[in-house]
C-alpha cells in the first residue's frame, strides 16, 4: 500500500518529466491517428448490386444529396403539390412525429413562402394553414407558385416532376 501514495507524488516531483511524458504520448497518438481512415459510404456496407445501395443510390440521383434523413413518398397519380398530394405529406407527417425519438418533421406543406411588403421588401409569409379545407383552390395555386419559387423546393423537397416528395425527418440526440 505504501507503494501507490508514492507513484502519485511522481507528477508532483518531476512536473517537467510528466509534461515530457504526456507530449510523447500525445504525438505517439496523433501520428497513429493520422493513419487511420473513416469511410462513411454506403457502398462498402453492403454488397455490390445490393438492392439497399441501388435505392440509395436512386435516391441520391433524385434528390442530390443523403446528409439528412428523409422519408420519400411517391403518388401513382397526380402531383405532390395538389390538394391529395398535400394531404398525404401532412399525414405522413404527423405519422412520423409520433414515432420514438423523432422531435421534428419537415415537409412542402410546413413552408413559408417569399412574399412581398406593402413596401416591397421581401418578407417570409406563412405556410399553408392547418386546415387544408379552409384554403381555395386560387389561393392554394398561388401558395404553390410561390414555393416553387423557392429555391431548393424543386429537387428538394419535390421531385422536379412533383410526382414524389421528401420529408425531412430529425431526431433527438
Known amino acids: ?9 511522481v507528477p508532483s516531483r518531476h512536473p517537467w518529466a510528466t509534461l ?12 497513429g491517428g493520422l493513419n487511420t481512415k ?3 459510404s ?7 448490386g445490393h438492392a439497399a445501395v441501388e435505392t440509395f443510390n436512386e435516391f441520391r440521383e433524385v434528390f442530390g ?18 390538394r391529395p398530394g398535400l394531404t398525404l405529406a401532412r399525414e ?5 412525429l409520433e414515432l420514438p425519438g423523432v422531435e421534428q418533421v419537415f415537409s412542402v406543406t410546413e413552408m413559408p413562402v417569399l412574399t412581398t411588403s406593402a413596401l416591397g421588401l421581401p418578407t417570409l409569409g406563412p405556410g399553408l394553414p392547418a386546415d387544408l379545407a379552409a384554403v381555395g383552390d386560387e389561393a ?3 401558395w404553390r407558385d410561390q414555393v416553387l419559387a423557392t429555391p431548393f423546393v424543386e429537387g428538394g423537397l419535390v421531385t422536379q416532376d412533383h410526382k414524389a416528395g421528401s420529408l425531412r425527418r430529425l431526431r433527438r440526440r
Open 65 to 82: 444529396a443523403d446528409e439528412a434523413i428523409h422519408v420519400v413518398y411517391e403518388l401513382r397519380a397526380g402531383d405532390v403539390l395538389s
Open 1 to 9: 500500500m505504501d507503494t501507490l501514495p508514492a507513484a502519485c507524488l
Open 42 to 48: 454506403t457502398e462498402h456496407v453492403f454488397p455490390e
Open 38 to 40: 473513416f469511410d462513411p
Open 20 to 31: 515530457l511524458t504526456l507530449l510523447l504520448v500525445t504525438v505517439a497518438l496523433g501520428l
Open 140 to 142: 392554394l395555386s398561388t
Open 92 to 96: 405522413l407527417r404527423a405519422a412520423l
